[in-house]
Nanobody, 119 residues
């Protein structure tokens, strides 16, 4: 069973930085994408970024391009989301997710970690 455990959320001022971590276990992830999503109050969950475990290719939502960086450490089975130049609108619960790269849905989710950006 895939388990995803996020950490690293918190309160930060606008313009600041945070790094989220997602420790993945339960599988060999070579055939998986790992990703980050977020959900702000009153809004739907939205895609933020994803990394292909094998090869490390990445995709980003337009709203975070140039500010956020997703990466993975294969030795630690951990995915990171480095968030720089944070804006008020980045406030949300951030979720780590996993899917097989054959196009199946994102059907493995972590419990989420709160990121709050203050003015």
């Amino acid at each position: 069973q895939v388990q995803l455990v996020e950490s690293g959320g918190g309160l930060v001022q606008a313009g600041g930085s945070l790094r989220l971590s997602c420790e993945a276990s339960g599988r060999t992830f070579s055939a998986y994408d790992l990703g980050w999503f977020r959900q702000a109050p009153g809004k739907e969950r939205e895609f933020v970024a994803r990394v292909r475990w094998s090869g490390g290719s990445t995709d980003y939502a337009d709203s975070v391009k140039g500010r956020f960086t997703i990466s993975r450490d294969s030795a630690k089975n951990t995915v990171y989301l480095q968030m720089n130049s944070l804006k008020l609108e980045d406030t949300a619960v951030y979720y780590c997710a996993a899917r097989l790269i054959t196009g199946t849905p994102w059907n493995y989710w972590g419990q989420g970690t709160q990121v709050t950006v203050s003015s």
